[in-house]
């Protein structure tokens, strides 16, 4: 589980949803969620929260300039690459913090993802829970 | 409304325990009392029950005053409302499951209830069994059918499922669960099962020697932080196996097993037995109907 701390900036709601758009080191994310300030009241500008996401959530791409629909990009160097048969696990050393990915021993072949190489890490909006 | 406030000196195994303790609970609900043995859950039961008087306080229910210390009311054990259900089932060896819920009736009362009783708890190919012929989980089922025969207004349940396994213990948390909304009952249950307390309570409160430490809907008060994903669920770590850098974490959530990833770092916090909050957020899962 990787977890950053992050302020947020603004929450827009829609029925049970609600787009919260929050900020962290200067890097911008978004979070959708069935919550809105009224269910969860820790849902307000300049609020502190937890922005929440799994391992395996993290895509990583080689360049941040694709045209992508991801919304929360996190760029940074690799710092630690532990290959298994089917699995490898990459950390990368980004300004919010260390974030770990988990993704295929393939991925890794065809990305040529290396010790010090500079990456960016993303994070679907639907994938980022939040905890006050 | 039964409205409680109690104060007492009570010896516990550690030492001296003062309990002090004030809440309030709304009709038809069902409130769990939870925390470690010698917390005071007992003790507030027994109170409550009129079985053990306190040195101060006040018991209100419905506005009919059950104890005033001050007032010097006390009402007796058998002028308060209450069916009570133990761990153990302490029924009339001798008498048949009928026999015993006639016991408890008193002779000459109306005994149609009883008949409607057998039906809701399911006792009726047993009625006229002996208790020692009976399972655990049926002679539990006889002593919430016992415990209701004298249209209690307040059920209170001390342990009275952790004697079971897993399976009858389900089976009995639905019974439970039925007669509570069928005879509109208030209900309080002592109960060290997490799964068990968010299923069944609408309200929890914690103690911790004779205090009261934390109470609210119980899935907020056990899983301590609020996490946004809507796909949550409480269940009990089976197994753990490790492949590559992830744990493979299979967990009991109610009846069905499921298995979930987890990383390397968490997975080693993890053991077989632990009780886990599940979180994913409601986009991920896919919904296909069956029939």
């Known amino acids: 589980m990787n977890t950053i701390i992050g302020k947020i900036v603004s929450v827009e709601s829609n ?38 996401f799994k391992e395996n959530e993290v895509i990583l791409a080689n360049r941040a300039d694709c045209s992508i629909s991801l919304q929360n990009k996190m760029p940074g160097e690799i710092i630690k690459v532990e290959s298994d048969k ?40 639907n994938e980022i829970m939040l905890s006050e | ?23 309030k609970i709304r009709n038809g609900e069902l409130v769990t009392l939870y925390g470690k043995s010698g917390a005071g859950k007992t003790s507030i039961f027994r109170m409550i029950a009129g079985l053990l008087n306190p040195d101060k306080g006040r018991i209100d229910v419905d506005e009919v005053v059950w104890l005033d210390t001050e007032k010097k009311i006390n009402l007796p054990p058998q002028r308060r409302k209450i069916g009570f259900v133990f761990q153990e089932y302490a029924l009339f060896p001798n008498m048949t499951v009928l026999e015993n819920l006639k016991f408890a009736l008193g002779k000459g009362r109306d005994d149609l209830f009883i008949k409607d009783l057998i039906d809701i708890v399911d006792l009726g190919d047993l009625q006229y069994r002996k ?9 539990q089922r006889v002593a919430l059918a016992r415990a209701l025969v004298q249209k209690p207004e307040i059920l209170m349940l001390d342990e009275p499922l952790s004697a079971l396994d897993y399976e009858i213990r389900n089976k009995l948390q639905v019974y439970i669960l039925q007669v509570h909304k069928e005879f509109n009952l208030t209900t309080i249950l002592i109960s060290h099962d997490i799964s068990e307390i968010i299923k069944m309570s609408d309200f929890l409160i914690e103690l911790d020697h004779g205090k009261i430490i934390r109470q609210g809907i119980p899935a907020e008060v056990l899983t301590n932080h609020k996490i946004s994903g809507k796909f949550q669920f409480v269940g009990e770590i089976l197994n753990i196996n490790r492949q590559d850098f992830i744990f493979i974490i299979t967990v009991l959530i109610g009846k069905e097993i499921i298995k979930v990833v987890a990383d390397e770092d968490e997975g080693k916090k993890l053991s077989i037995g632990d009780k886990v909050l599940i979180a994913s957020k409601a986009f991920n899962p896919i919904i296909h109907k069956i029939n």
Do not use: H
């Open chain 1, 15 to 52: 029925g049970e949803l609600s787009l919260v758009r929050m900020t962290s080191a200067g890097l911008k994310f978004t979070s959708i969620v069935i919550d809105t300030p009224e269910t969860a009241a820790y849902l307000k500008p300049e609020n502190p929260v937890k922005i929440i």
């Open chain 2, 131 to 139: 208790p020692d012929t009976l399972s655990g989980g049926q002679k």
């Open chain 1, 86 to 125: 089917l699995l490898s696990k990459l950390v990368i050393k980004t300004p919010v913090g260390n974030i770990t990915s988990i993704i295929t021993s393939n991925a890794v072949k065809q990305l040529d993802l290396y010790l010090g190489k500079n990456i960016v890490a993303m994070v679907k909006t």
């Open chain 2, 1 to 23: 409304m039964i409205d409680v406030k109690l104060q007492k000196k009570l010896k516990a195994a550690g030492g001296d325990l003062f309990l002090d303790v004030e809440f």
